[in-house]
């Protein structure tokens, strides 16, 4: 069996504030998914499907309708980076 040294690319995750194991890529095209993959963890980005989905459960959404892509958008920016504390929905966010 051959051996491999495979390199560990760390970011300093804007979720959790500290040096943790980069995404491979951006998750998606565009300006927040290249802020994404530059500032946020494969751990953060792991709790945010968890989260994700419970967003999608509880307010019942169509993924296919632009206004639950547009809010899905705008809870991933809040989820990662801040925001608004006064999101509609904050009970399920996932924690390390």
């Known amino acids: 069996m051959a051996r491999e040294s495979k390199t560990l690319t ?3 995750c804007a979720k959790y504030e500290e040096d943790l194991p ?13 802020r994404i993959y530059e500032n946020v963890s ?4 792991k709790h945010w499907g968890t989260y994700q989905s419970q967003l999608i459960n509880h307010y019942g959404l169509n993924m296919a309708d632009p206004r639950a892509s547009e809010f899905i958008f705008e809870q991933m920016e ?14 399920g966010q996932a924690k390390k």
């Open 42 to 45: 494969k751990l953060a980005y």
């Open 10 to 12: 760390v970011v300093h």
């Open 78 to 91: 809040a989820f990662f980076f801040g925001g608004d504390d006064s999101a509609p929905f904050t009970g």
């Open 22 to 34: 980069a995404l491979d890529r951006p998750p998606f095209p565009g300006a927040l998914g290249e």
